[in-house]
C-alpha cells in the first residue's frame, strides 16, 4: 500500500471509529421501556426497562414471550418481563427494526442491513430459536412489515426506482409483486388476520394517513381523515381494531425521539381513539405487537437522560 492510500485508510478508520462512537453516547444516553398496553383497564405496565436503546417489539403467538432488537441484534425476554437473551441470527449482524414472526411462531423474518449491499436492508428468514438465516428478497432495499396469515407471503415497503411502494413476495418462488404506485411513500404493509386486506399508511394526501387494499392491491382506500401524522397500523388478531402511531401534524417523517399518540380505531373504519400519549416515535410501533388475545398490545417509550 502505498503512503497516500495508507493515509486515505487510517483516516476512514478513524472515521468509523467516532461516529460509531457518537452513536454508543447516544444510545447509551437513552432509557428505553418495553411496555404493554392493556384495553381492559386502560392502563400501561412496564415489563423490562434498560438504559441504552432497544425497540420494535413482536409479540410471540404462544403469548409467553416477546421479540425485540438493539444495536443490529435480535433478544427473545417473557412476557413477563425478566432478562433478555440473545437470539443466534448467524452472519446478519446489522438488523433494522423491521422483523414480523410467522403466524406459527416457527420463524422470524427479519431486515437486516446487508454490507454486501452497501448497507441497504435485505430481507432474510430464519428459525425463531436461532439458526442459519436464508434470504427472500433478491433486491434493496427491502424493509419487512408483514406475513400473510397463511404463511406464504411477505409484505414489506422497498425503494425501486427511486419511489417508495408497498411490495409482496411469494416464499417459495421468490416472485416480487407492487402492490402501490401513488406518488410520495407507501410504508407499514400489515396484513389483516383473514388474510382479506393489507393496512399500510400513505402520504398521497400530502399527511400521512391510514389506508387499507386487498392483498391484491385493488380498492386502496383511505381509513384515517384527521390532522395527525399516522404510521404503522396493526390489526388486531381478532380482527376487530388496528392500532397504530400518530404524531402531530407538524412532523416529517417517522423520526425518534418525539411526543406521540397510540391510537386504536375499529378495524371497518370509525373515529380513532387516543390511547396514550409518550416521548417515542422510531423504535416504539413500527411492527405487529399484539398479544394472541387482542386485549393486550407492546410497544417502547424512551426518556433521554441530562
Known amino acids: 500500500m502505498n503512503p497516500l492510500k495508507k493515509i486515505i485508510f487510517i483516516l476512514l478508520l478513524i472515521f468509523t471509529y467516532l461516529i460509531s462512537e457518537g452513536q454508543n453516547s447516544m444510545e447509551n444516553n437513552i432509557i428505553s421501556r418495553l411496555e404493554v398496553f392493556d384495553l381492559d383497564s386502560m392502563t400501561r ?21 416477546l421479540i425485540f432488537n438493539s444495536r443490529g441484534s435480535l ?5 413477563t418481563g425478566g432478562t433478555p437473551v440473545k437470539i443466534n441470527t448467524g452472519d446478519l449482524k446489522n438488523l433494522n427494526n423491521d422483523h414480523v414472526i ?10 437486516n442491513n446487508d454490507p454486501s449491499r ?26 419487512l412489515h408483514g406475513w400473510s396469515p397463511d404463511g406464504l407471503t411477505l409484505a414489506y415497503t422497498a425503494k425501486r426506482k427511486g419511489q ?25 404493509p400489515d396484513y389483516s388476520p ?34 395527525f401524522n399516522d404510521w404503522f397500523p396493526h390489526p388486531s388478531p381478532d380482527g376487530k381494531y388496528v ?48 398479544a394472541p388475545g387482542s386485549r393486550q398490545f407492546a410497544f417502547v417509550s424512551y426518556e433521554i437522560l441530562e
Do not use: C
Not at 405496565?45 to 414471550?65: L, Q
Not at 430481507?123 to 430459536?129: C, G, K, S
Open 194 to 227: 383473514d388474510g382479506k386486506y393489507i393496512w399500510f399508511n400513505s402520504e398521497r394526501t400530502d399527511t400521512m394517513q391510514i389506508y387499507r387494499m386487498l392483498t391484491n392491491g385493488e380498492n386502496q382506500e383511505q381509513m384515517t381523515f384527521d390532522g
Open 118 to 143: 452497501n448497507y441497504q436492508s435485505v430481507i432474510y428468514a430464519l428459525p425463531i430459536t436461532g439458526g442459519l438465516p436464508f434470504k427472500i428478497t433478491p433486491n434493496a432495499p427491502s424493509y
Open 45 to 65: 405496565s412496564v415489563i423490562y426497562t434498560d438504559t441504552g436503546h432497544f425497540e420494535a417489539p413482536n409479540w410471540h403467538p404462544d403469548g409467553k414471550s
Open 243 to 290: 392500532v397504530f402511531l400518530s404524531y402531530d401534524e407538524t412532523v416529517e417523517g417517522h423520526p425518534a425521539n418525539k411526543t406521540v399518540w397510540l391510537r386504536l380505531m375499529p378495524a371497518n373504519g370509525g373515529e380513532p381513539e387516543i390511547l396514550t400519549e409518550l416521548f417515542g416515535g422510531q423504535g416504539t410501533l413500527n411492527v405487529p405487537s399484539w
Open 75 to 79: 433478544y427473545m425476554i417473557p412476557d
Open 164 to 188: 417508495f411502494d408497498i411490495y409482496t413476495i411469494d416464499i417459495k418462488s421468490m416472485e416480487e409483486t407492487r402492490l402501490t404506485t401513488a406518488k410520495g411513500l407507501d410504508d407499514g
Open 102 to 111: 410467522s403466524p406459527g411462531g416457527s420463524h422470524i423474518g427479519v431486515s
